[in-house]
């Protein structure tokens, strides 16, 4: 299982990294189109949803985005809406969904999950075409580094449990390997990104240690909140279509949080 996770993980990085390098802003507005069908299929399942409801969750969501995308193109308000939008994200994840956590997804009414579907999937594909391609980079490596380090650490150290209600998988431990893999992607990112670098120095390097931290927290919260998902729907995996990983959401639940939250951080730095 492993080794197909690790395959799998290098074949979507290389495609992903050719539709950086290869697709103008068009295009990769087109594949992001397809990723948000395709994360809106799978939670519409997930929502409870029969195949037909599903396909139209998916078909409206994508038409909202599209939507989206077109009331952004060149217009004075386009910063602003996109930082109402990202503000809103920063909300959601800090905010509203650990408490929703806490309380027990499922334990509710299920109408507002598909809402959830919305207001989770829309703004970090928003996120996605709007970041220039290194700051997209440098936003995802946050979940990769971080992502990899909870994993390795909380196979080989793990033994008290992060959330056993939730995803029993994760540990403190493994959470502490990811604080310090964060830490250390994000110091080199100072000393090394040019962008970065020319605006970290003295006293900043608290704010901007804290919040790479803060990315960190997002990341968690959109893999437990997706685990969490996932339980209320009595399935281990949001799909089938990516070998030893499931579903779409399985591989993209931690940036879902952390791109809308790292492009407002972004713009806040000035390096956008």
């Not at 509710?108 to 999950?113: E, T």
């Not at 970065?196 to 960190?216: K, P, Q, S, T």
Request: hydrophobic share 60%; charged share 10%.
């Amino acid at each position: 299982m492993l080794s197909t996770r690790i395959v799998t993980a290098i074949v979507l990085l290389a495609a992903f990294g050719a539709a950086l390098v290869l697709l103008g802003g068009t295009q990769f507005a087109i594949l992001v189109a397809l990723l948000v069908a395709a994360g809106a299929y799978e939670w519409g399942k997930l929502s409870h949803f029969g195949p037909r409801a599903t396909l139209a969750y998916a078909g409206a969501m994508t038409l909202v985005f599209a939507a989206l995308l077109w009331l952004l193109e060149p217009t004075e308000m386009r910063q602003s809406v996109l930082q109402a939008v990202f503000g809103g994200s920063l909300i959601l994840w800090v905010v509203v969904l650990p408490i929703w956590l806490r309380a027990g997804v499922g334990r509710q009414l299920r109408w507002p999950l598909p809402l959830a579907g919305f207001a989770v999937l829309l703004p970090a594909a928003l996120a996605m075409v709007v970041m220039q391609r290194s700051q997209l980079l440098l936003a995802l490596g946050v979940v990769w580094v971080s992502d990899t380090a909870a994993f390795f650490t909380g196979r080989a150290l793990g033994r008290h449990k992060l959330a056993p209600n939730i995803s029993p998988g994760k540990t403190w431990e493994g959470l502490l390997g990811a604080f310090i893999a964060t830490a250390g992607y994000a110091i080199i990112c100072a000393l090394f990104v040019p962008q970065i670098a020319v605006r970290v120095h003295g006293a900043v390097w608290l704010v901007y240690l804290a919040a790479a931290e803060l990315l960190l927290a997002a990341s968690v919260i959109g893999d437990l909140f997706e685990s969490a998902l996932k339980r209320q729907a009595s399935v281990k995996d949001s799909g089938s279509l990516l070998p030893g990983h499931g579903g779409l959401l399985d591989r993209i639940d931690s940036a879902t949080a952390v791109l809308p939250i790292a492009a407002l951080l972004m713009y806040w730095m000035g390096t956008t």
